[in-house]
């Protein structure tokens, strides 16, 4: 089992910058991968971003490329998502999950793992 609690959300202006974090705890040693999905009302949950555990490769979504970034520090197993240049369309429930199973990609079903998830809310 994995454990994970986010942090970092919160409101912000158009134009702005928050960092979220999502700490890991738990069997982390044999995780494949972490993600960032987001979930606005009336809307389904959406990936933004993945890191693969062991090798610190990332994937982003091309609605956040140039604004987000996502990165790990495996010290702390902790995962980062960096986000610049917010927009109203930002604005979402933001959703830390992991996995074991090597080979996954970036739908929900694919994570087995999930945070309670952190508002975030971009103003204009």
């Known amino acids: 089992q994995v454990q994970l609690v986010e942090s970092g959300g919160g409101l912000v202006q158009a134009g702005g910058s928050l960092r979220l974090s999502c700490a890991a705890s738990?069997?982390?040693?044999?995780?494949?991968?972490m993600v960032w999905f987001r979930q606005a009302p009336g809307k389904e949950r959406e990936f933004v971003g993945a890191i693969r555990w062991s090798y610190g490769t990332t994937s982003l979504a091309d609605s956040v490329k140039g604004r987000f970034t996502i990165s790990r520090d495996s010290a702390k197993n902790t995962v980062y998502l960096q986000m610049n240049s917010l927009k109203p369309e930002d604005t979402a429930v933001y959703y830390c999950?992991?996995?074991?199973?090597?080979?996954?990609?970036?739908?929900?079903?694919?994570?087995?793992?999930w945070g309670q998830g952190t508002q975030v809310t971009v103003s204009s």
């Open positions: 738990g069997r982390t040693f044999s995780m494949y991968a």
């Open positions: 999950a992991a996995t074991h199973r090597g080979g996954s990609g970036y739908q929900a079903y694919d994570y087995d793992y």
